[in-house]
């Protein structure tokens, strides 16, 4: 081995002795398991019980096959030799291939369930890192955890909620990570109870990202929150998330998935004051304090059932002014009167304003 591999003489000298150990522990099992065949697996297996653990820190798969090749090439070359006629030498050389085998899969298995080891400590550490953008932990303890799950800490962040696609973590599992995968996307997934939380990395102007991403939950509502540029700042979006889906209810028509912001009006109905507050900064305040009668003509626009003839009358205006100052509250909020549900965030955006005002919070 220190002929052949460069990396084998680089290894400290304790290390070193924990591979030459295994070696002569496999050369006594094999001497065992010449008198009891059925020995093999116990023999095989205790041989790399102890020491891979350790190894499998040091060294890789990679380098564990070159060395178990070289010690059967070792063995096929030497054992064969100590026979006394032709028949021990056929039987030696047969029982060095098939105890080859079982030393082969023996290792192979040790880094198997190292491997699952250490998968199923990161899946608690995502979920870990999940419960902890929930419930808003401090930002150093959660930055540290999904830095050792390779987050990259300043990639763009969105929470989408939902119901999980099975009962089953595994196949929830394969479910957001294949989905994942196809848009090149890093993701953070989490189960809590009845819900699937999945934390969603990089820009989501695309359309197509989101709606694939939904594929992977279960039936029924998915609900994004706003995208954030921090893993640091997911709490809101979470937040969001999770008030839109207590909400969702209330609007049986919502795409899949649909954004926390498009729930403002249902969210608010529900009690959240957060919604609230975005509607009065986003809708409210603007039309107030833009002045020149914008939030009168869109009162009045609503209070007559988006007639503008009646409207222009009402407010003894021209058509033309009423359409110029919609045209300007849209400019404003971002939202037409003229669209259904538009109108409905405008008239529930206007009333909050109202109450909030009326309880001296605004």
């Known amino acids: 081995m220190d002929s052949q591999f460069a990396w084998f003489g680089r290894m400290p000298a304790d290390q070193r002795a924990s591979v030459l150990l295994v070696a002569q522990n496999g050369v006594a099992g094999f001497t065992a398991w010449l008198r009891d065949p059925q020995e093999a697996l116990r023999l095989t297996t205790d041989t790399f019980r102890g020491a891979p653990r350790d190894l499998s820190r040091w060294i890789s798969l990679r380098q564990t096959v070159e060395m178990v090749r070289v010690s059967l090439q070792i063995f096929e070359d030497l054992v064969p030799d100590l026979a006394k006629d032709d028949t021990e030498r056929a039987v030696l050389s047969e029982a060095v291939l098939r105890y080859g085998r079982e030393v082969a899969f023996a290792s ?30 401090a930002e150093e303890s959660l930055l540290s955890r999904a830095a050792a799950l390779g987050w990259d800490p ?30 090149s996307r890093p993701v953070l997934l989490g189960v809590q109870g009845s819900r699937l939380v999945v934390v969603l990395a990089g820009p989501t102007d695309d359309h197509e990202v989101m709606a694939k991403m939904a594929e992977a939950f279960g039936a029924g509502p998915v609900v994004a929150g706003p995208t954030v540029s921090t893993l640091a700042e997911a709490h809101r979006s979470s937040s969001d998330a999770l008030s839109g889906l207590r909400a969702v209810v209330a609007w049986p028509e919502a795409p899949r998935p649909v954004r926390s912001t498009d729930l403002l009006p249902e969210r608010a109905l529900a009690g959240d004051p957060e919604a609230e507050w975005q509607l009065i900064d986003r809708v409210a305040r603007p039309l107030e304090e833009a002045g020149g009668s914008l939030q ?11 007639v503008l003839e009646t409207c222009a009358k009402q407010l003894f205006v021209h058509p033309n002014t009423v359409r110029y100052r919609l045209r300007k509250a849209t400019e404003l909020t971002g939202r037409n009167a003229a669209d259904p549900r538009d109108a409905l965030v405008l008239r529930v955006a206007l009333a909050v304003g109202r109450l909030s005002r009326s309880r001296g919070l605004w």
């Open 154 to 183: 300043a990639a763009e962040a969105t929470v989408l909620v939902g119901n999980p696609p099975s009962d089953d973590p595994p196949t929830v599992v394969y479910e957001v990570r294949s989905r994942a995968a196809r848009t």
């Open 296 to 306: 009168e003509t869109v009162e009045a626009y609503l209070a007559t059932g988006g």
């Open 108 to 137: 192979a298995m040790s880094y198997a369930s190292a491997a699952e080891a250490r998968g199923a400590w990161d899946a608690r550490l995502e979920a870990l890192v999940v419960d902890g953008i929930v419930r808003g932990d």
